[in-house]
């Protein structure tokens, strides 16, 4: 009863989420059917299952087989508990050092604990420009990638190449002939794709990134974003391309022939990745003089460079859409519309004391040449420009700590910083209720195990072996490069109601043993030899049923949740093995020290 309902607790947090989080709402289906499986489970083995026994098992025929492999290990297991005993702190001491040892991974994995989102079949392929290029110079891009990828499309896998683009942007798809069973096959393809990919002058390939993703939270590895905040527009442009250059200055540039940790591939200021402007600054004397308004040549201008629309006429093959401007023929370059030149020379009608003339835009104003920042947000009403440096290897602690350690030689002036570049998402709220969910799921647990075993030391020492020996999780995370992401935390929670289980077990038999007069030492030994088989048939049979989970990597409804398996696999293993090992110690030194407690206080009391 204390195993199923242990397990069964751990899940009432994701029942009862928030409704209008999307994660609880995906979650909270889960979790019930877990919970209502797990109580029928325990309603059978408790009726049906002693009904069955009878007539399974012959009455008067002795069923016990003879096991010496297991006799054998129950005997090894049975010394080696009364050497832990004897040796508890020093048990103590390595059970912690091989807890403290899943630090490493953990600080090294990627996280990813946002929304969940389905991993598409095809290939992402965007495009990312120096300046604001047309739609006709992005599709010469765009064709040289066809070429490119449709002329080995047998060595690479690809079954078609799909693109769209338009003015400023592009992406295309790549489409692999057999669709993709694990992240690693995903993770193949896309460095096969990347190789095959020609070099283009001011062309950056995003591969793998989703626009919608990126916008909710930066998913390249490789990038780190640092944001300049302040209040003054002006004076945050001229920081953000300051600290630009700084970080080229201070920072390694890489190579990406031979990628080095720490290199850097590129820095973009806030002006790198926006769009060329022409500004256009009226002369207020020379429009008073001749009589015109601002909006008068801005009029103009619009119909010079944007036209005017005029409706569609039908033709043979479609409607045509007609357009008036003042120049619209072809100029130098292959573009439409006038250039630099001709915007120079459109002329305006005017009235002078002469009559009726024209006067060139020209003699009006002067031009301006310049770039708009591609992105600028406001947190907590604090303007924030974004300064990004791009690394050839995908490591971000590293990463960051570079970045940190060049932007700590930067001297701002008063009222400005940098800090952290916060993207438009749910991660930090997700992040938060994930951290609050397992906390409860901790405390009902335990709550649990006390209310059964009517005692706190002896659930504290369950829990805190059992949780202590899950540093196979994230062991297993690290070895197979698997994301940490809302289905990990799923085969977290599952986790935690599992490896108690074990626990419960042995700590059980050892409390009915000593019941019968047997001194503790030898109750926690021969409590370990009894329940050793089914401790290893459990956890045995479970860790291979999600063998087929950890081969063949299934999605559903396009997500991975192999990383279930993969924490429930890894934790179980090694949390059986702590269980076994390091429980019997562990709770027989805090039997001691709350006995040494009491009767402290006891002396302190007289």
């Known amino acids: 009863v204390a195993s199923t309902l242990s397990s069964v607790i751990v899940f009432l947090p994701l029942v009862f989420g928030d409704p209008a989080d999307p994660m609880s709402a995906l979650l909270s289906p889960l979790g019930l059917t877990f919970a209502i499986v797990l109580l029928c489970s325990l309603g059978i083995s408790q009726t049906l299952v002693p009904l069955?026994?009878?007539?399974?098992?012959?009455?008067?025929?002795?069923?016990?087989?003879?096991?010496?492999?297991?006799?054998?290990?129950?005997?090894?297991?049975?010394?080696?508990?009364?050497?832990?005993?004897?040796?508890?702190?020093?048990?103590?001491?390595v059970s912690l050092g091989l807890a403290a040892s899943a630090a490493y991974p953990a600080m090294t994995l990627n996280y990813n604990l946002s929304e969940l989102e389905p991993k598409p079949d095809e290939l992402e392929i965007g495009l990312q420009f120096v300046g604001s290029p047309g739609f006709k110079e992005i599709g010469g891009h765009?064709?040289?990638?066809?070429?490119?990828?449709?002329?080995?499309?047998?060595?690479?896998?690809?079954?078609?190449?799909?693109?769209?683009?338009?003015?400023?942007?592009?992406?295309?798809?790549?489409?692999?002939?057999?669709?993709?069973?694990?992240?690693?096959?995903?993770?193949?393809?896309?460095?096969?794709?990347?190789?095959?990919?020609?070099?283009?002058?001011?062309?950056?390939?995003?591969?793998?990134?989703?626009?919608?993703r990126m916008w909710r939270g930066n998913g390249d590895r490789r990038e780190v974003e640092i944001a300049i905040k302040g209040e003054d527009m002006g004076v945050l442009m001229e920081l953000g391309e300051a600290a630009a250059e700084h970080l080229r200055r201070t920072m390694t540039r890489g190579e990406a022939e031979h990628p080095e940790p720490g290199a850097?591939?590129?820095?973009?200021?806030?002006?790198?990745?926006?769009?060329?402007?022409?500004?256009?600054?009226?002369?207020?004397?020379?429009?008073?003089?001749?009589?015109?308004?601002?909006?008068?040549?801005?009029?103009?201008?619009?119909?010079?460079?944007?036209?005017?629309?005029?409706?569609?006429?039908?033709?043979?093959?479609?409607?045509?859409?007609?357009?008036?401007?003042?120049?619209?023929?072809?100029?130098?370059?292959?573009?439409?519309?006038p250039n630099l030149e001709a915007?120079?020379?459109?002329?305006?009608?005017?009235?002078?004391?002469?009559?009726?003339?024209?006067?060139?835009?020209?003699?009006?104003?002067?031009?301006?040449?310049?770039?708009?920042?591609?992105?600028?947000?406001?947190?907590?009403?604090?303007?924030?420009?974004?300064?990004?440096?791009?690394?050839?290897?995908?490591?971000?602690?590293?990463?960051?700590?570079?970045?940190?350690?060049?932007?700590?030689?930067?001297?701002?002036?008063?009222?400005?910083?940098?800090?952290?570049?916060?993207?438009?998402?749910?991660?930090?709220?997700?992040?938060?209720?994930?951290?609050?969910?397992?906390?409860?799921?901790?405390?009902?647990?335990?709550?649990?195990?006390?209310?059964?075993?009517?005692?706190?030391?002896?659930?504290?020492?369950?829990?805190?072996?059992?949780?202590?020996?899950?540093?196979?999780?994230?062991?297993?995370?690290?070895?197979?490069?698997?994301?940490?992401?809302?289905?990990?935390?799923?085969?977290?929670?599952?986790?935690?109601?599992?490896?108690?289980?074990?626990?419960?077990?042995?700590?059980?038999?050892a409390i009915q043993i000593r019941a019968t007069g047997v001194p503790r030492d030898e109750a926690l030994a021969i409590a370990g030899r009894d329940r050793l088989r089914p401790i290893l048939m459990t956890a045995g049979t479970t860790i291979l049923g999600l063998v087929p989970m950890l081969v063949h990597h299934p999605t559903l409804a396009g997500v991975y949740y192999h990383a279930i398996a993969l924490v429930i696999a890894g934790g179980l293993l090694t949390s059986t093995v702590v269980t076994l090992v390091f429980l019997p110690a562990t709770y027989s030194l805090l039997e001691d020290i709350a006995r040494a407690t009491v009767a402290g206080w006891r002396r302190f009391g007289r």
């Open 142 to 212: 765009i064709e040289v990638i066809e070429r490119a990828l449709l002329a080995q499309k047998d060595a690479l896998g690809i079954a078609h190449v799909s693109c769209r683009y338009s003015d400023f942007w592009g992406r295309c798809s790549a489409h692999p002939v057999t669709r993709a069973e694990s992240e690693a096959d995903v993770e193949a393809f896309k460095e096969k794709v990347g190789k095959a990919l020609p070099e283009q002058a001011g062309i950056r390939y995003l591969l793998g990134e989703d626009n919608q």
């Open 343 to 509: 915007l120079r020379d459109l002329k305006i009608p005017v009235t002078t004391a002469n009559g009726p003339g024209e006067v060139a835009v020209g003699s009006l104003a002067t031009f301006e040449r310049t770039r708009s920042p591609y992105f600028v947000q406001r947190v907590d009403r604090e303007t924030q420009v974004k300064v990004k440096v791009r690394f050839f290897v995908p490591d971000p602690q590293k990463n960051r700590k570079a970045v940190d350690e060049a932007m700590a030689s930067f001297a701002f002036p008063a009222g400005y910083s940098s800090g952290d570049w916060v993207r438009w998402s749910r991660r930090g709220s997700s992040q938060s209720d994930t951290l609050i969910n397992l906390c409860l799921c901790l405390l009902l647990v335990y709550a649990v195990m006390a209310s059964l075993f009517e005692s706190f030391l002896q659930p504290l020492a369950i829990l805190m072996t059992c949780l202590l020996g899950c540093l196979g999780a994230p062991w297993a995370m690290w070895w197979t490069s698997t994301t940490v992401d809302t289905t990990a935390m799923v085969g977290l929670f599952i986790l935690i109601g599992i490896v108690v289980n074990n626990g419960i077990m042995l700590i059980d038999r």
């Open 264 to 337: 850097y591939d590129a820095v973009i200021g806030p002006y790198d990745e926006g769009s060329r402007e022409l500004h256009v600054r009226l002369d207020t004397a020379s429009l008073r003089r001749y009589g015109l308004r601002a909006d008068d040549v801005a009029r103009l201008i619009q119909t010079a460079f944007q036209g005017l629309p005029l409706g569609q006429v039908r033709a043979p093959d479609g409607e045509i859409e007609l357009r008036l401007s003042a120049d619209g023929g072809p100029q130098a370059g292959g573009e439409d519309g």
């Open 52 to 93: 069955l026994m009878p007539v399974v098992l012959r009455p008067g025929v002795s069923h016990v087989r003879a096991t010496p492999v297991l006799d054998r290990v129950g005997a090894a297991y049975q010394w080696l508990i009364r050497r832990t005993l004897r040796w508890r702190r020093t048990a103590l001491v």
